[in-house]
């Protein structure tokens, strides 16, 4: 017997060693390792294989010895525990022409299970591993290839044969967290009812891991068409539009067809996987490489929930890369809303057979088209399909996060209203590139260009144009937020309602709204910085966007060391680099020039790049907007006491928080501010006196960086003090909030022409529409019965804290137009603070230092 054994496992080795001559393995999940608590290397170790499979069972064995744990060909031994192996089979296959794999009590598990029941003192530990053959994405070459995928569930020898021949070198290998026997032993049951149990948790977590890797079983196209059209909801629509178009029932059901055939998917995971091989090449031509950070809590979710994934938009490679990285990291490709534009020949079918399903830009005035594509959402959430929207609907040309649009966020609340067994888990996911691709199609439509009809050829038509280094491309996952716990805080008593597909309660609509925004302020949350964000912050706030190069390396230095004082969330990830390995890094895109001289170099901006930096300069705003609005408190003041800044703070941080989605609430902004003052004071950036804090020499480098800070928050500051003074011009009651916000970008670009402004957003009508609503929101704002916007004297005192915190020439500029020709303002009522205003602006020409 023990030659036999021997025999056994030299053979064994061999095969193990002769396989993975070609076989090539990635572990994705949660590989147990000794050291750690999750698993006792006291307790014996079983590994459990969903399928009879000798391929599966040698990968199995190869990563156990990698990873330094017992391996599954090796005996197991324990108190009446004595196995010649170390592992058993969930299913046994039957059938000879056709096999089938059939449920079974593995003989070693029922062993196992009496020896746990018997002896009080013994545990096993049952991990189950899954190995999934071609499912593993790397630099493939034949598509022919696809042809032989390996199916998960059934199969042959000959099929597996060919998987391990032409997918070996893609293997993914799934471990899952050790399972006690003992713990379920415990419970009291008998024998069989202990052995039906663990079968059964076993058969769920491998059905779970299936569908987060895999997916839900997927319908054929022309059932899942036939399908939604025959469903109550759309037939009802039909009806509807019978009646209320005088057309046919035939005609009206052939249109409700033909809006199913434009809008649902055709998933194909051949076409996936062709477009793995695509993408693959695609990414190592143009980028450098793709950082991921924080998937681990995604997968977990992805076990037993329905995932939304909700992106920020700065590039048409967004989706790609996205579905490119969760298909990387073993997880289902999701359904993806893509515009009705890209829906062109040859492009709109393979994106189809990717997971786009393709949505009209409006509804209005077509029910049976709104109720058809209500229906399919609700399809793919019920069933429990990954999808992905962008909830700011269109690329960002500014880089900032916009304004959420909120259609499919109602779309998706209203179907979960309708039913929600399956559980939602909302994944916001912040994308960011250190140079985006469309960055000359940006630049022109940021200088004032008509926006071109977007197209998904632009990416291979830049590429073929620039044929350059795009650097690094970064995804973070950030804090998931479980829908049904979000409802629970807004509307507790959700539950308890009772919905269908038309009904739209109160509350919907207030509650949609918030989820945008949360989704919004959690991507934010989520950012990615990198080398280019903080050169361009560092450079458009120097007056002339030049530095020495070691300046500049100093306050990269310091601005980094910021970041990490005072961590905006624990989901940001910062550049891991000095000052002068950033510059070099930007230099080497082509982001900035370098003049010489006897003096050094200098490091600057020329006009293009100037532009394009405020698109990556914006991706970071949020983050240092804090420590900016403090800064800026002292740019005409020597010192402040700790209570005028906290209540200056709160006096703007409303509006900075609505314009740049900061994540925190009214309430907590004292914490903050008070974080801050003491990283600021840590950094030599303010002196503390007690509660007085007093800005550095004005000859110091300190100083120097304490301005260069202060400017990134000026501009918004600019244009809260355009829109109340010009509201004031007006007078109360004399101009409503389109004609104000109309002026007011007028205004803005009358400064950038006069003062060189080089963010083509700071004239951004949408930016003042904004400011406005929030001065309504906040009441400093009223209307009246003529929508005619009114006001009191607090918004003179407004006026008067954005003007006390800007440069005396803007200043100057916005007082030509809003007071005359003198440029002066009548003095705001209920202020106490212009002489001391006064003085500073006499002192502010001997005091000012020009950055250099």
């Not at 759309?234 to 046919?248: C, F, S």
């Not at 000359?440 to 009809?453: H, I, V």
């Given at each position: 017997m023990d030659i036999t054994v021997s025999i056994s496992r030299y053979l064994f080795n061999m095969l193990r060693r002769l396989m993975f001559l070609w076989v090539k393995t990635s572990v994705q999940g949660s590989l147990p390792?000794?050291?750690?608590?999750?698993?006792?290397?006291?307790?014996?170790?079983?590994?459990?294989?969903?399928?009879?499979?000798?391929?599966?069972?040698?990968?199995?064995?190869?990563?156990?010895?990698?990873?330094?744990?017992?391996?599954?060909?090796?005996?197991?031994?324990?108190?009446?525990?004595?196995?010649?192996?170390?592992?058993?089979?969930?299913?046994?296959?039957?059938?000879?022409?056709?096999?089938?794999?059939?449920?079974?009590?593995?003989?070693?598990?029922?062993?196992?299970?009496?020896?746990?029941?018997n002896n009080d003192g013994t545990d096993v530990q049952i991990v189950p591993v899954s190995v999934f053959w071609g499912r593993q994405p790397d630099k493939e070459q034949s598509a022919f290839k696809l042809l032989f995928a390996w199916n998960y569930n059934v199969g042959n020898r000959f099929k597996k044969f060919l998987a391990v021949l032409f997918h070996g070198r893609q293997t993914l290998v799934h471990f899952n967290a050790p399972m006690s026997l003992k713990e379920v032993v415990d419970e009291g049951q008998d024998t069989e009812r202990t052995l039906r149990k663990i079968n059964r948790i076993l058969r769920v977590h491998f059905r779970q891991l299936h569908t987060s890797v895999n997916g839900p079983d997927l319908s054929h196209r022309r059932t899942l068409?036939?399908?939604?059209?025959?469903?109550?909801?759309?037939?009802?629509?039909?009806?509807?539009?019978?009646?209320?178009?005088?057309?046919?029932?035939?005609?009206?059901?052939?249109?409700?067809?033909?809006?199913?055939?434009?809008?649902?998917?055709?998933?194909?995971?051949?076409?996936?996987?062709?477009?793995?091989?695509?993408?693959?090449?695609?990414?190592?031509?143009?980028?450098?490489?793709?950082?991921?950070?924080?998937?681990?809590?995604?997968?977990?979710?992805?076990?037993?929930?329905?995932?939304?994934?909700?992106?920020?938009?700065?590039?048409?490679?967004?989706?790609?890369?996205?579905?490119?990285?969760?298909?990387?990291?073993?997880?289902?490709?999701?359904?993806?809303?893509?515009?009705?534009?890209?829906?062109?020949?040859?492009?709109?079918?393979?994106?189809?057979?990717?997971?786009?399903?393709?949505?009209?830009?409006?509804?209005?005035?077509?029910?049976?088209?709104?109720?058809?594509?209500?229906?399919?959402?609700?399809?793919?959430?019920?069933?429990g399909f990954p999808t992905e929207f962008f909830v700011e609907g269109g690329r960002s040309r500014t880089g900032r996060t916009l304004k959420p649009k909120t259609g499919m966020l109602s779309i998706m609340l209203r179907s979960y209203l309708r039913s929600h067994s399956k559980p939602i888990a909302l994944v916001p996911v912040y994308i960011g590139y250190e140079k985006v691709l469309e960055a000359s199609t940006y630049m022109g439509e940021l200088r004032g260009a008509k926006k071109k009809k977007e197209s998904p050829l632009d990416i291979f038509r830049t590429v073929a144009a620039l044929k350059e280094d795009f650097g690094n491309a970064f995804v973070n996952f950030g804090e998931p937020m479980k829908l049904g716990e979000f409802l629970d805080n807004e509307q507790p008593d959700w539950r308890e309602q009772e919905y269908d597909e038309e009904f739209r309660p109160e509350w919907l609509r207030q509650t949609t709204d918030n989820l945008g925004i949360e989704m919004a302020k959690r991507i934010n949350r989520a950012s990615a910085v990198n080398s280019v964000n903080m050169v361009g912050m560092a450079l458009l706030n120097t007056p002339r966007m030049a530095l020495g190069e070691e300046e500049l390396a100093l306050l990269l230095n310091a601005m980094n060391t910021l970041v990490s004082r005072v961590p905006y969330s624990s989901h940001v990830t910062r550049v891991e680099l000095d000052?002068?390995?950033?510059?070099?890094?930007?230099?080497?895109?082509?982001?900035?020039?370098?003049?010489?001289?006897?003096?050094?170099?200098?490091?600057?901006?020329?006009?293009?790049?100037?532009?394009?930096?405020?698109?990556?300069?914006?991706?970071?705003?949020?983050?240092?907007?804090?420590?900016?609005?403090?800064?800026?408190?002292f740019s005409n003041c020597y010192e402040l006491e700790r209570n005028e800044i906290l209540t200056k703070c709160q006096t703007f941080y409303p509006f900075l928080k609505a314009e740049l989605f900061l994540r925190w609430e009214i309430s907590e902004l004292e914490e903050v501010v008070d974080q801050w003052l003491s990283a600021l004071v840590e950094v030599d950036l303010l002196i503390q006196d007690g509660y007085v804090y007093i800005r550095p020499d004005s000859s110091t480098s300190e100083f120097v960086?304490?301005?260069?800070?202060?400017?990134?928050?000026?501009?918004?500051?600019?244009?809260?003090?355009?829109?109340?003074?010009?509201?004031?011009?007006?007078?109360?009651?004399?101009?409503?909030?389109?004609?104000?916000?109309?002026?007011?970008?007028?205004?803005?670009?009358?400064?950038?022409?006069?003062?060189?402004?080089?963010?083509?957003?700071?004239?951004?009508?949408?930016?003042?529409?904004?400011?406005i609503g929030e001065l309504q929101a906040s009441r400093l704002v009223g209307t009246d019965d003529n929508d005619m916007l009114t006001f009191a004297g607090d918004i003179r005192v407004m006026a008067e804290d954005s003007r006390r915190l800007l440069p005396s020439e803007i200043r100057h500029s916005i007082g030509q137009v809003t007071w005359g020709t003198t440029g002066s303002e009548p003095v705001p009522e209920a202020s106490t603070q212009n002489d001391e205003l006064e003085k500073t602006e006499k002192s502010e020409e001997k005091e000012k230092v020009e950055t250099p």
């Amino acid at each position: 017997m023990d030659i036999t054994v021997s025999i056994s496992r030299y053979l064994f080795n061999m095969l193990r060693r002769l396989m993975f001559l070609w076989v090539k393995t990635s572990v994705q999940g949660s590989l147990p390792k000794l050291p750690d608590n999750e698993i006792d290397a006291r307790k014996p170790i079983i590994y459990v294989l969903q399928n009879r499979s000798l391929s599966d069972l040698l990968v199995l064995d190869s990563e156990c010895l990698k990873a330094g744990l017992p391996r599954p060909y090796a005996p197991l031994k324990g108190q009446d525990i004595d196995e010649t192996h170390a592992y058993f089979f969930l299913t046994k296959p039957e059938g000879v022409i056709v096999r089938r794999e059939k449920m079974h009590n593995a003989p070693r598990l029922q062993r196992l299970a009496r020896a746990v029941s018997n002896n009080d003192g013994t545990d096993v530990q049952i991990v189950p591993v899954s190995v999934f053959w071609g499912r593993q994405p790397d630099k493939e070459q034949s598509a022919f290839k696809l042809l032989f995928a390996w199916n998960y569930n059934v199969g042959n020898r000959f099929k597996k044969f060919l998987a391990v021949l032409f997918h070996g070198r893609q293997t993914l290998v799934h471990f899952n967290a050790p399972m006690s026997l003992k713990e379920v032993v415990d419970e009291g049951q008998d024998t069989e009812r202990t052995l039906r149990k663990i079968n059964r948790i076993l058969r769920v977590h491998f059905r779970q891991l299936h569908t987060s890797v895999n997916g839900p079983d997927l319908s054929h196209r022309r059932t899942l068409v036939g399908s939604l059209i025959e469903s109550d909801v759309v037939r009802r629509a039909i009806d509807k539009e019978v009646e209320e178009q005088g057309i046919t029932h035939e005609k009206a059901y052939l249109r409700a067809k033909k809006y199913a055939n434009e809008i649902v998917s055709d998933y194909s995971h051949p076409v996936v996987r062709f477009m793995d091989i695509l993408l693959t090449w695609f990414w190592n031509k143009i980028y450098n490489g793709v950082e991921v950070n924080h998937i681990e809590p995604v997968r977990d979710l992805a076990k037993d929930h329905e995932i939304v994934y909700l992106p920020c938009h700065r590039s048409h490679i967004d989706y790609l890369l996205l579905s490119y990285v969760l298909y990387y990291r073993g997880l289902q490709v999701p359904h993806i809303a893509a515009g009705i534009n890209l829906n062109m020949p040859i492009v709109g079918s393979i994106l189809r057979r990717g997971g786009a399903f393709f949505i009209r830009r409006s509804f209005k005035g077509n029910p049976l088209y709104s109720t058809v594509f209500h229906e399919y959402l609700h399809t793919l959430f019920t069933r429990g399909f990954p999808t992905e929207f962008f909830v700011e609907g269109g690329r960002s040309r500014t880089g900032r996060t916009l304004k959420p649009k909120t259609g499919m966020l109602s779309i998706m609340l209203r179907s979960y209203l309708r039913s929600h067994s399956k559980p939602i888990a909302l994944v916001p996911v912040y994308i960011g590139y250190e140079k985006v691709l469309e960055a000359s199609t940006y630049m022109g439509e940021l200088r004032g260009a008509k926006k071109k009809k977007e197209s998904p050829l632009d990416i291979f038509r830049t590429v073929a144009a620039l044929k350059e280094d795009f650097g690094n491309a970064f995804v973070n996952f950030g804090e998931p937020m479980k829908l049904g716990e979000f409802l629970d805080n807004e509307q507790p008593d959700w539950r308890e309602q009772e919905y269908d597909e038309e009904f739209r309660p109160e509350w919907l609509r207030q509650t949609t709204d918030n989820l945008g925004i949360e989704m919004a302020k959690r991507i934010n949350r989520a950012s990615a910085v990198n080398s280019v964000n903080m050169v361009g912050m560092a450079l458009l706030n120097t007056p002339r966007m030049a530095l020495g190069e070691e300046e500049l390396a100093l306050l990269l230095n310091a601005m980094n060391t910021l970041v990490s004082r005072v961590p905006y969330s624990s989901h940001v990830t910062r550049v891991e680099l000095d000052g002068q390995a950033m510059i070099k890094q930007v230099e080497a895109l082509n982001m900035v020039e370098r003049r010489s001289d006897s003096l050094g170099d200098i490091i600057c901006l020329d006009e293009r790049n100037t532009v394009l930096m405020t698109y990556y300069r914006n991706n970071i705003l949020h983050l240092l907007a804090i420590p900016s609005m403090i800064c800026r408190l002292f740019s005409n003041c020597y010192e402040l006491e700790r209570n005028e800044i906290l209540t200056k703070c709160q006096t703007f941080y409303p509006f900075l928080k609505a314009e740049l989605f900061l994540r925190w609430e009214i309430s907590e902004l004292e914490e903050v501010v008070d974080q801050w003052l003491s990283a600021l004071v840590e950094v030599d950036l303010l002196i503390q006196d007690g509660y007085v804090y007093i800005r550095p020499d004005s000859s110091t480098s300190e100083f120097v960086t304490m301005t260069n800070l202060s400017r990134a928050i000026q501009q918004p500051l600019e244009r809260y003090f355009v829109v109340v003074s010009l509201l004031l011009r007006n007078g109360s009651g004399h101009v409503d909030a389109v004609e104000l916000e109309k002026q007011s970008q007028e205004m803005a670009q009358r400064l950038s022409m006069l003062h060189g402004q080089n963010a083509p957003e700071f004239f951004d009508k949408t930016l003042f529409r904004c400011f406005i609503g929030e001065l309504q929101a906040s009441r400093l704002v009223g209307t009246d019965d003529n929508d005619m916007l009114t006001f009191a004297g607090d918004i003179r005192v407004m006026a008067e804290d954005s003007r006390r915190l800007l440069p005396s020439e803007i200043r100057h500029s916005i007082g030509q137009v809003t007071w005359g020709t003198t440029g002066s303002e009548p003095v705001p009522e209920a202020s106490t603070q212009n002489d001391e205003l006064e003085k500073t602006e006499k002192s502010e020409e001997k005091e000012k230092v020009e950055t250099p």
